[in-house]
C-alpha cells in the first residue's frame, strides 16, 4: 500500500520509526515533512501536505503525526475529502476505516510510544471499509455536509 507521511517537530521522531516500520513491511511511503527536526515549524503546512497528497490519490491512507494529533486531526479535516481522526486506542484505529472509511490515521508523538503507533498503524492499514448498509448511508451524509 501506498502511504503518505507527515509531521510536525513534536511528531518527528515518531514518524521516522513508523515510517521505517512501514518501508519493513513492503509499504512504499510519501514523506511530505519535516524532513529534519524544526522546533519552530507547524502542523497546519503537514496536515495539508499529507491530506492533499491522500485526496489527489498520491498516496491510498495517510499517517499524521503532531505533539497531541488533535491540531494536525482538525487541520487536515478542513481538506475536502479528508477523513482525519485522532486514534491511540486499537479499536478506534480499526473501527474508523471500517465504519467510517477514515483515510488518515493522526497520532500523538508526545502522547504513545512506538509500540503502540506500530500497532495502530497495524491495525489502521489491514482495516477495510465495509461499504455497505448503514456504514455507506452515514458515509453519505457526512459528504453531503461537504458539498
Do not use: W
Not at 511530505?32 to 502542523?43: K, L, N, Q
Amino acid at each position: 500500500m501506498k502511504i503518505v507521511i507527515g509531521a510536525d517537530h513534536a511528531g518527528f521522531e515518531l514518524k521516522e520509526i513508523i515510517k521505517r516500520e512501514l518501508e519493513r513491511n513492503a509499504h512504499t511511503v510519501l514523506d511530505v515533512g519535516a524532513h529534519d527536526y524544526d522546533r519552530v515549524d507547524d502542523y497546519p503546512d503537514f496536515a495539508a501536505a499529507v491530506g492533499r497528497a491522500v485526496v489527489d490519490g498520491r498516496g491510498e491512507r495517510g499517517i499524521l503525526i503532531c505533539g497531541s494529533g488533535v491540531g494536525a486531526s482538525i487541520a487536515a479535516n478542513k481538506i475536502k475529502g479528508v477523513r482525519a481522526c485522532l486514534c491511540h486506542d486499537i479499536y478506534s484505529a480499526t473501527q474508523g476505516v471500517e465504519h467510517d472509511d477514515m483515510n488518515i490515521l493522526c497520532l500523538g508523538g508526545l502522547i504513545i510510544g512506538r509500540e503502540l503507533a506500530n500497532k495502530l498503524v497495524t491495525g489502521f492499514l489491514q482495516a477495510q471499509f465495509i461499504g455497505s448498509g448503514r456504514f455507506r448511508r452515514r458515509l453519505d451524509k457526512v459528504l453531503a455536509l461537504e458539498a
